[in-house]
């Protein structure tokens, strides 16, 4: 069964170009990792669930905010190097990153240590323009980028 993901990417105009809100993930595999480390805000969904409706449950699960009102521009989907098949949509907003209350999940770490520990979902939050976007992204995640740049220059 293909796993599934969906979520929002928030993007602001500023003088300087179009930024988008990112998150770097987190918990141990990602700790002390920066470039190809941060996501758009999204989360795994299962059929009957539609992926626009979990992309907006999920960015109130990883940021601990109501997902913002706007105009949704459909970035479509990428696949994942796992093979998960990530469907995110583009909406205008401007957020505070110091307002994000994160979710957490659990997990046992160190592996087979037989301890467990609870680990944000998200650790920092921050805009980036699309150029630093880019590079901060997993790789499988940078089309929605370049995506959102040809939407905006359309």
Not at 11 to 26: A, I, K, Y
Not at 102 to 129: I, N
Request: glycine residues 12%; hydrophobic residues 45%; without cysteine.
């Amino acid at each position: 069964m293909t796993r599934r993901s969906a979520g929002l990417l928030l993007f602001r105009r500023r003088p300087t170009g179009p930024e988008v809100l990112l998150g770097h993930m987190g918990g141990p595999w990602w700790a002390g990792r920066d470039a190809g480390a941060w996501s758009v805000p999204k989360g795994e969904y299962a059929p009957p669930e539609e992926a626009w409706q979990a992309a907006r449950r999920e960015f109130r699960e990883e940021l601990g905010l109501a997902p913002p009102a706007g105009t949704a521009v459909a970035l479509g989907e990428t696949v994942q190097a796992g093979g998960k098949v990530v469907t995110v949509w583009a909406v205008e907003a401007d957020l505070d990153p110091a307002d994000v209350v994160p979710g957490t999940f659990t997990m046992e770490w160190p592996p087979r240590s037989g301890r467990t520990g609870t680990f944000p979902e998200l650790d920092r939050v921050a805009w980036f323009g699309l150029d630093a976007a880019r590079e901060a992204l997993v790789k499988g995640q940078r089309a929605f980028v370049d995506r959102l740049a040809a939407a905006l220059e359309g």
